[in-house]
Every structure is written in C-alpha cells, then in structure tokens.
T-cell receptor
Framework: EADIYQTPRYLVIGTGKKITLECSQT?????MYWYQQDPGMELHLIHY???????EKGDLSSESTVSRIRTEHFPLTLESARPSHTSQYLC????????????FGPGTRLTVT | GENVEQHPSTLSVQEGDSAVIKCTYS??????FPWYKQELGKRPQLIID?????GEKKDQRIAVTLNKTAKHFSLHITETQPEDSAVYFC??????????FGTGTSLTVIP
C-alpha cells in the first residue's frame, strides 16, 4: 500500500548525540517536507525538497540537515541533540496531481535528556 | 512570505451545534487553501480544500468558504459529533510552493 513511513516512532537520546530520523514514501511523490510539532501545536517547517538533489531550508532549519539522494527517501539529521529538540517530527510528501495535498507520516516522537 | 492567522485557538461546542474556525492570509497570490484535522496522537489529514476560483465548497457536514477580497477563509462544521474533536489547521499556499499553516484550533465537542 502506498504510504509514508517514519522510523523510529519513538526515540530517547542523550544530549550531544547525533541522530538521523528516517522518512520514506512509496507514493512516488517529488516533494517532501519535515515539520517539527509539539503535541497539538503549530507545525514548523524545518526543511523541504522538490526532488532528488534538491533541499531547501524552512523556518527552523538550524542545527539540522537533510539529504535527498533518492526520490523515496528524505532523512533528517540532528548533528548534536539538545533538550530543546524534544518534540514530534513529521515527514510529509506531496504530488502535483492532487494540488500538492500534503500526506503526512505517523511521526517520530523525540526526547532528548 | 505568506502569513496565516487562525482563530480561535480553542473552541468548545455542544454536540449537534455548529463550529466555525476562521483564517486570514496575507499573500494575495495564494490560490489553494486546505484544512487538516489532527486527532490526538495521529497524523494530520486533509479534510477539505478550496481553490481561489471557488467561493464555497461543501462535503457532507463540512464546508469551507473563501473571501479573496478580504483574504480570509473559514471552516464550518455542522451537527458536530464527539468524533469531530481534534485540532484543525488551515493552510494557504501558491500551488507548488510550501504550505503556510495556521497555529491550529483545538475543537472539543461536548456530548
């Protein structure tokens, strides 16, 4: 079934560690996005990509990086985790055929101790 | 860039009553306005959207209206049910560009 997947779903990690949050979609979408969201709160765009080898920074891009080597894969890396990074991270993808409706993944809930 | 404001931030209604959530946007070039519903612990999902060439769209108990001149759009939920309880996000975009989301409205439907 075509969907968007995120791993891990939950992660507890210590301050200073490097972490990579994985996002994969099997919908063939060109555009992908990363959002940071505290539970039930505003969605903050971190990074987005229009396609392979394309990445752009959003509002909250500092302290994180992304790569887009394959269409289906859009990992997010935090070089040095801090307690302020504790949040939920949502990956999304979109397609021109549906007016670029954004399909969201289930999210990764990150806790930095 | 675009700026989207959403009101109210919280809304409580009795089951069966109507709920209205309002959003304003700043960029007159925006031409696509989706609404997302996020239930507790789940991912946001599109519930209805409207394009700038349409003034109103309805899908069963949910409707969205758009006033391009005033740059505001609203979500209307009629005959609310407990399962409508969730956080609702509006968004505005020029098709093909990034979405600019509102800050969300937490709707509680009281049985």
């Amino acid at each position: 079934e075509a969907d968007i997947y995120q791993t891990p779903r939950y992660l507890v990690i210590g301050t200073g560690k490097k972490i990579t949050l994985e996002c994969s979609q099997t919908m063939g979408h060109d555009k992908m996005y990363w959002y940071q969201q505290d539970p039930g709160m505003e969605l903050h765009l971190i990074h987005y990509s229009y396609g392979v080898n394309s990445t752009e920074k959003g509002d909250l891009s500092s302290e994180s990086t992304v790569s887009r080597i394959r269409t289906e894969h859009f990992p997010l890396t935090l070089e040095s985790a801090r307690p302020s990074h504790t949040s939920q991270y949502l990956c999304a993808s979109s397609d021109p055929g549906t007016f670029y409706e954004q399909y969201f993944g289930p999210g990764t809930r990150l806790t930095v101790t | 860039g675009e700026n989207v404001e959403q009101h109210p931030s919280t809304l409580s209604v009795q089951e069966g009553d109507s709920a209205v959530i309002k959003c304003t946007y700043s960029d007159s070039a925006s031409n696509y306005f989706p609404w997302y519903k996020q239930e507790l612990g789940k991912r946001p999902q599109l519930i209805i959207d409207i394009r700038s060439n349409v003034g109103e769209k309805k899908d069963q108990r949910i409707a969205v209206t758009l006033n391009k001149t005033a740059k505001h759009f609203s979500l209307h939920i009629t005959e609310t049910q407990p399962e409508d309880s969730a956080v609702y996000f509006c968004a505005a975009t020029l098709v093909g560009n990034q979405f600019y989301f509102g800050t969300g409205t937490s709707l509680t439907v009281i049985p």
